[in-house]
Every structure is written in C-alpha cells, then in structure tokens.
T-cell receptor, first 110, second 116 residues
Framework: GDSVTQMEGPVTLSEEAFLTINCTYT??????LFWYVQYPGEGLQLLLK?????DKGSNKGFEATYRKETTSFHLEKGSVQVSDSAVYFC?????????FGTGTRLTIIP | GAGVSQSPRYKVAKRGQDVALRCDPI?????LFWYQQALGQGPEFLTY????????KSGLPSDRFFAERPEGSVSTLKIQRTQQEDSAVYLC??????????????FGDGTRLSIL
C-alpha cells in the first residue's frame, strides 16, 4: 500500500538558516503530494501541494518539488524564522485519502 | 471564514462509555474524512463520505467505531464501549470533491479524546 517516510525530528535551527526536511514515498499510480503544517495549539494547515511529476509547490517561502525518479518531495526554505516553529507533515493523496508521514518537529531559535 | 468545525474540542470518558464526536464541514464541500492521530504520530485514515454515502470505511479499527453523515453535511463519529487505546485526537477534514484530480483536504482543529 501507499506509505510516506519522513525525516525524523526534532530539528533545531538558528534563525535565517537553510531548512531541508526529507520526504520519500511509495505509491501505486500517480499520487498528489502535500506538506501540511501544525503550529502550536492549532490544527493542520495545508502548506503547499504538487499534483504531478516535476511540479513545484510553494508558499510562505517554502518550496517542494515532486520528483518521480527519486519518489521524493523534500521541503526547503532558504531562511527560516522563529515563526516557522511547528510540526511539518508530508502526505500523499491517492484513492481519495491522505497517507501521512510521522511528522517533523521544527524549532527555530533566535 | 467558516472552516471545518469540530466539537467538542476535548472529551474525557471512562472506559466502556460511548462517545460521539461531531464535524461540520466547509459549506459546499462534498467529501468528508475522519482521521485518528495518536500522540507523536501522523494522522491515519478512518473513513470517507461523498455526500451521504460512506464510500470507504477500511480504516475503522473495529466494529465499535461507526460514522454517519445522514444529510450529506454534518457527520458524527461514534465510538462504543471505549477502550484506553481509543485515546487520540480525532480529525475531520473536508474537500470539494467531485472534480478531477485529488482535491486538497481542509482540517478542523480536532477532538482530543481521553479514555480513563
């Protein structure tokens, strides 16, 4: 079945550092890929998405590219801020449901 | 704006009691989903509705779990004879559905269920 493997955390970075959170997937067919973010005390929010190979999703300075050849969808940001501290989930959409990774807790220190 | 609304936010029940969790999807959203999120884990799929039809309930962990959406809008997830392992956050999501391609799902804040 479908599965998502996500970089384990927690990850702690200094403000303005470069961020990468790795995500790889296993799926049948041609899934859509998503990153969701959960800020402290809040619900899951859609951060970005990509629906086909080589698509790049972007939002709030974050980017991720759908790489079919490496079955990956790594999340990147060039310069993180304290306000980016949250839990990040990679997810695969197929057969009308989402399959999530285990989440990566990111803490940005000033 | 009116997002997905879940109630209650927190529920504490004694083992063996029945509980009911409510979800109000975004107005006009055809598809509705329930997920279970254990502590420190990602959400796991429970069940899916398109309008009032329950099209997939493959993720329901036992026959103690039951979901309904009788008028194609509000949904209720019911857990009978609760067990300690049912303690988790229960998330509801909705999407436009009925269109080509996978539609993004929009999540509520969840109900945190604790079974004593």
């Amino acid at each position: 079945g479908d599965s998502v493997t996500q970089m384990e955390g927690p990850v702690t970075l200094s403000e303005e550092a470069f961020l990468t959170i790795n995500c790889t997937y296993t799926a049948t067919g041609y899934p859509s890929l998503f990153w969701y973010v959960q800020y402290p005390g809040e619900g899951l929010q859609l951060l970005l998405k990509a629906t086909k190979a080589d698509d790049k999703g972007s939002n709030k300075g974050f980017e991720a590219t759908y790489r079919k050849e490496t079955t990956s969808f790594h999340l990147e940001k060039g310069s993180v801020q304290v306000s980016d501290s949250a839990v990040y989930f990679c997810a695969l959409g197929g057969n009308e449901k989402l399959t999530f990774g285990t989440g990566t807790r990111l803490t940005i220190i000033p | 704006g009116a997002g997905v609304s879940q109630s209650p936010r927190y529920k504490v029940a004694k083992r063996g009691q029945d509980v009911a969790l409510r979800c109000d999807p975004i107005s006009g959203h055809v598809s509705l989903f329930w997920y279970q999120q254990a502590l420190g884990q990602g959400p796991e799929f429970l069940t899916y509705f398109q309008n009032e039809a329950q099209l997939d309930k493959s993720g329901l962990p036992s026959d103690r779990f039951f979901a309904e959406r009788p008028e194609g809008s509000v949904s209720t997830l019911k857990i009978q004879r609760t067990q300690q392992e049912d303690s988790a956050v229960y998330l509801c999501a909705s999407s436009l559905g009925g269109r080509e391609g996978f539609q993004p799902q929009h999540f509520g804040d969840g109900t945190r269920l604790s079974i004593l």
